[in-house]
């Protein structure tokens, strides 16, 4: 099996940045693509973003495109969400996935991973 688990988040005023991490342990040769997901309260579950294996792909939400950065460090086995630029709109809870598949794709349903999310919070 994988474990994810997600660190970083907090409360930041708009304009602000976090940094958010998210470590994997276990089989981790079964994860290729993984990805960044959010869930705001009443609200269904939205990707942000996701990257390749080897990082030379990545993927991103219209809403997040030139404020948030994806990248991985497979050595390490970790993955960050570098978010700048914050708005109140960006509030959720972030997961952290992963996929065994090489593709990148917006859907939940290709992620076999999932970690247990992280609170980010933007105060206007």
């Known amino acids: 099996q994988v474990q994810l688990v997600e660190s970083g988040g907090g409360l930041v005023q708009a304009g602000g940045s976090l940094r958010l991490s998210c470590a994997a342990s276990?089989?981790?040769?079964?994860?290729?693509?993984m990805g960044w997901f959010r869930q705001a309260p009443g609200k269904e579950r939205e990707f942000v973003a996701a990257?390749?294996?080897?990082?030379?792909?990545?993927l991103y939400a219209d809403s997040v495109k030139g404020r948030f950065t994806i990248s991985r460090d497979n050595a390490k086995n970790m993955m960050y969400l570098q978010m700048n630029s914050l708005k109140p709109e960006d509030t959720a809870v972030y997961y952290c996935?992963?996929?065994?598949?090489?593709?990148?794709?917006?859907?939940?349903?290709?992620?076999?991973?999932w970690g247990q999310g992280t609170q980010v919070t933007v105060s206007s």
């Open positions: 996935a992963g996929g065994q598949w090489g593709d990148l794709s917006v859907g939940a349903a290709a992620y076999d991973y």
């Open positions: 276990g089989r981790t040769f079964n994860v290729n693509v």
């Open positions: 990257i390749s294996r080897s990082g030379s792909s990545t």
